[in-house]
């Protein structure tokens, strides 16, 4: 029963920086790297469910397809972050719940999420389209990256742009895992 908590617990701090990336915008700059956050960002716009397209693997998300985001306001201003997975090994959901706060302004893409207590990770919203169909997110390192889209996919002419600004900020792309959405 513990490692199964633990597990919830981790897969919940990797879906930190889903949420992160949804919900920001100004002239922040993301922490390590001194990259800008989306500006004139709308947290309404960002509310919903994302699909995970790719992300670096850590072992709290290891063997996770179809996974998801949704993101919904909560009574105390700040966002629900439900982030959930299907393990291929243990043949079974898994999912972790949490809470988002914006770092400054509402504005700004840059957040702040929680799945465990009062221990917060800091994640930015980096690349959104005008549409708020797919994202870019940086996490306090270049060991933290993720793609959402509201679809299972993304486009090719998305997929280079986010790349080519993820490897000029010093992400090595090589170690991206691609999630299978079926």
Known sequence: ???????????????VGVIAGLLACSGRKAMSNNVQVVQNFDADKYLGTWYEVARFDFKFEKDL????????????????VLNKGFNTVKNEWEEATGKAKFVGSENE??????????????????QLDPEYKTALIF?????Y???????KT?????????LDFATKHGYDISKLVWTIQD
């Open 65 to 80: 397809k179809n996974v998801t985001a949704n993101y919904s306001k909560r009574e105390d201003g700040k966002i629900k």
């Open 145 to 151: 990256i993720w793609i959402l889209s509201r679809s």
């Open 109 to 126: 893409a840059a957040l702040k999420v929680s799945f465990f207590g009062p221990f917060y990770s800091e994640y930015n919203v980096v």
């Open 139 to 143: 996490g306090e390192s270049t060991d």
């Open 154 to 162: 993304i486009s090719d002419d998305t997929k280079k742009k986010y």
């Open 1 to 15: 029963m513990k490692n199964k908590s633990l597990k919830k617990v981790m897969f919940a701090f990797a879906g």
